[in-house]
């Protein structure tokens, strides 16, 4: 009896679990959106919300005249314009092994980018790039304008 109930927690705890490991992948959540914006993932497409989380690989798609803010786990923020289209290519924030990473490509649109501790403590660590140049951060906020 006892060993059956041990084996039905044990169950139970790695079920309830398991939605705490999936959200820790995350790396931004939308924290605002105004008109139709979509994350695609792979070869599929949702409409975003405020709330949904990013991961690694992730695009967002603002539709013309809308806007999304995302905010990073080290509290970069990027704001969109109406238009773009940005892939989320690379993501670390580990700052008890050191290890960090921010790459963003952004094929169209503008956007609002504002450092958070990544830009602060590896500014080397981040990049943003467009169909035309690379952005090697070293400021702490600017516009970014892909055609």
């Not at 914006?37 to 603002?62: E, K, P």
């Not at 700052?95 to 503008?110: C, E, H, I, T, V």
Request: positive net charge.
């Amino acid at each position: 009896m006892f060993k059956r109930l041990g084996l039905l927690v044990a169950a139970w705890l790695a079920c309830a679990a398991s939605p705490v490991v999936a959200s820790d992948l995350h790396v931004a959540l939308v924290k605002g959106v105004a008109g139709s914006v979509s994350i695609v993932q792979a070869d599929a497409s949702r409409a975003a919300a405020a709330g949904t989380q990013l991961r690694v690989s992730d695009r967002i798609v603002t539709a013309p005249g809308a806007t999304a803010s995302i905010v990073f786990r080290d509290g970069t923020m990027l704001t969109l314009g109406g238009g773009a289209d940005v892939h989320v290519r690379d993501y670390v924030f580990e700052p008890k092994a050191g290890r960090y990473a921010f790459s963003l490509y952004m094929n169209q649109g503008s956007a609002i980018y504002e450092s958070g501790k990544i830009g602060r403590l590896a500014p080397e660590a981040v990049k943003v790039e467009t169909p035309q140049a690379t952005v090697g951060v070293r400021g702490t906020r600017f516009l970014i304008e892909a055609g």
